[in-house]
């Protein structure tokens, strides 16, 4: 039953208009998040049905399409052993145009909420769970144009200072202050920001979060131009035909795992 669920929902979600935010100049925008999930039709359902996404499948690769970002999912056996919140990507958010729906809504499906407070920018602000230990931030925004969109990924690290510096260079971006929130940066489609921790974070493979995602025009000059800075590639560039998609990964300073995509912003 919960798989016929999913599909109907698929079907009634495949005329929604999702897709990756206009790359700057650079040729880069935001891509995505990677999730490993246990439970695969059920983070569909919720993600179809909560956020208003597009079940996308392509070969082995699942994803879910979103306003300007996608949600990848691996499924595994086992639930990770590592929450997102004892990484450095400690969470990533949305905007919502009417919070107490939203809230509403998915408390009916026995999802948990947690905090609701006023975030940074002044606004309503949610934490809320999703099965297996994936920790997202709801932000209000009621001038909003659709629904739901994405919104920002927040690292939280005691060397937040120096990861902003090492994202703003290595992705080119500007640092740009969200709300109250000094130390931020802005991808096309996604902000960036960076926050404190008392504490060292582990690294993001294997956990809830395993990784975020980059999409380029031209990934392969940009792979280059990262040889050319020192940066040592995990999985170096390659073309991938049969999921349409050019990738390679690399590992900033701190553990946080980074794909690299040419191909997200056809699916």
């Not at 994202?167 to 080119?172: A, Q, R, V």
């Given at each position: ?23 700057n ?10 999730l490993?999930?246990?439970d ?10 909560h ?25 595994q056996?086992q ?18 145009r ?9 408390r009916?499906?026995g999802l948990?909420?947690?905090r ?11 934490y809320i ?15 909003l ?13 005691p060397?937040y200072?120096e990861?902003?510096?090492w ?6 971006l ?6 109250s ?15 404190n921790?008392?504490?060292?974070r582990?690294p ?9 995602g ?5 990934l ?13 590639f995990?999985?170096?560039f ?11 990964f690399i ?6 795992y ?10």
């Open positions: 039953m919960r798989l016929l669920s999913a599909l109907l929902l698929f079907a009634l979600a495949t005329t929604v208009q999702a897709q990756l935010a206009t790359p100049p650079a040729g880069l925008t935001y891509g995505h998040v990677h490993n999930v246990v695969m039709d059920r983070h569909k359902e919720i993600w179809v049905n956020f208003n996404g597009v079940v996308v499948e392509k070969g082995p690769l699942t994803a879910v399409r979103l306003p300007n970002m996608l949600v990848a999912l691996t499924e056996e639930e990770p052993t590592l929450a997102m919140q004892e990484t450095i990507m400690d969470h990533f958010g949305f905007k919502v009417n919070m107490d729906t939203f809230l509403d809504k998915w009916a499906d948990e909420v947690g609701v407070f006023i975030g940074a920018e002044g606004q309503t602000n949610a769970m999703l099965p297996g230990k994936v920790y997202v931030e709801m932000q209000e925004d009621q001038g144009s659709e629904d739901i969109t994405g919104y920002h990924i927040h690292f939280i690290s060397d200072e990861m902003l510096a994202y703003t260079d290595i992705f080119s500007e640092v740009k202050p969200r709300g929130i000094q130390t931020t940066t802005n991808a096309p489609g996604m902000n960036i920001s960076f926050g921790s008392t504490s060292p582990l993001t493979r294997g956990a809830a979060l395993d990784h975020i980059f999409e380029f025009d031209d392969e000059a940009f792979c280059n131009e990262l040889t050319a800075k020192g940066i040592v995990d999985v170096p390659r073309d991938i035909p049969a999921i349409g998609l050019k990738i390679a590992t900033d300073p701190w553990g946080g980074i794909e690299l995509t040419e191909g997200y912003d056809e699916f």
